[in-house]
Every structure is written in structure tokens, then in C-alpha cells.
């Protein structure tokens, strides 16, 4: 006896659901076991493969902005500008170009938090998306394992059946001293 694997007959005998009432992403998954497909590219090569020039100079903002490295570097960078431009540079005959309250600073600043800010966004967008379906990946793997323990435990439940092993009214193996 041959069993039927279409999707819609493991949707019903698996999942205990008619085909039509599953969810786009549990069909597809069925349709895939019935025909013994192999799951595609995870959410790392799926990524790499759709990344643009964009994408990974924001990474790559992102990654320096948000290191140890770029906020010691930028605070030293800070503390240089403000003592280059204090009252103690010029006593000792040092020019000021940005006197205090340090104006043209603040502008250099406020332009690099209104460019930096965005295209952090842009990065933590994409991790988020690349998130999202590493998240659909495991979910279609988990469901397809799932899938087939249940289909080798029915077959190993009427292979037992046949053999006289177990009480298919019962549902388990019968108690005898010789086996």
C-alpha cells in the first residue's frame, strides 16, 4: 500500500487540517516534504547575495559608530578641539579658530549625528529584515522535522500493526513474556 504524499493529504493526516485552511508558509514547507525538496539558502547567504554597495557601507558605519574605538577616538578628537580653541592655547600664542561656546563645533557635530543617525537606521533595517527571515528559516525547518517524526512514527506504527506487535485498537505493545 502505497501512501498518498501529496501536500494535501500530509496537511490532513499530519497536521490534521485541510490543505486550504494552512497558512502560505505551511503550504509551502508540505509542498517541499511531498516532493523531497531540500530547504534553500539560510538568512546569512540570502543576505550576502541581495547586498548592495549601500548596504554594506552602512554596515560598516554602523559597526565603526557603535565601537569602543570611535567613541575614545571621537572623545579625544573632542577634548583636542576644546583645548586648541581655549584661553590657555592662546596665552601661549596659539591661534583659536573655534573660540567658545565652540559654534562651528556644534555644526560639525549636529551634521554628523543628522548623516550618522540615518544610515545606522539603515543598517539595523536590514539586520532586522536578514532577522526576520532566519526567523521563517528555522520556523520551516522545526515544522518539516516535525513533519517527518510524525510520518516515520505512523509508518513505524503500521509496520508494527502488520507485524502483530501492537494492539491497534490500544495504541501500544502488548505485555508478553516472550517478546
Do not use: C
Request: aromatic share 6%; hydrophobic share 45%.
Amino acid at each position: 500500500m502505497k501512501l498518498d504524499t501529496s501536500p494535501e493529504a500530509l496537511a490532513e493526516e499530519i497536521l490534521g487540517r485541510p490543505f486550504s485552511e494552512l497558512d502560505e508558509e505551511e503550504r509551502a514547507v508540505l509542498h517541499r516534504v511531498s516532493t523531497e525538496e531540500v530547504v534553500g539558502l539560510d538568512a546569512d547567504e540570502r543576505a550576502a547575495a541581495e547586498t548592495t554597495v549601500g548596504d554594506r557601507l552602512a554596515d560598516r558605519v554602523a559597526a565603526i559608530g557603535g565601537s569602543w574605538a570611535f567613541i575614545t577616538s571621537f572623545t579625544l578628537v573632542l577634548l583636542a578641539w576644546m583645548v586648541l580653541n581655549s584661553r590657555a592655547a592662546e596665552h601661549l600664542g596659539l591661534p583659536s579658530f573655534d573660540a567658545f561656546p565652540y559654534i562651528f563645533l556644534n555644526l560639525m557635530l549636529s551634521m554628523l549625528a543628522a548623516l550618522q543617525a540615518p544610515i545606522i537606521m539603515m543598517s539595523q533595517n536590514r539586520q532586522a529584515k536578514k532577522d526576520r527571515v532566519a526567523a521563517r528559516h528555522d520556523y520551516e525547518v522545526n515544522l518539516r522535522t516535525t513533519i517527518e517524526l510524525l510520518r516515520l512514527h505512523r509508518k513505524i506504527d503500521r509496520i508494527s500493526t502488520r507485524l502483530g506487535h501492537m494492539d491497534p485498537a490500544a495504541g501500544h505493545v502488548p505485555r508478553h513474556s516472550q517478546d
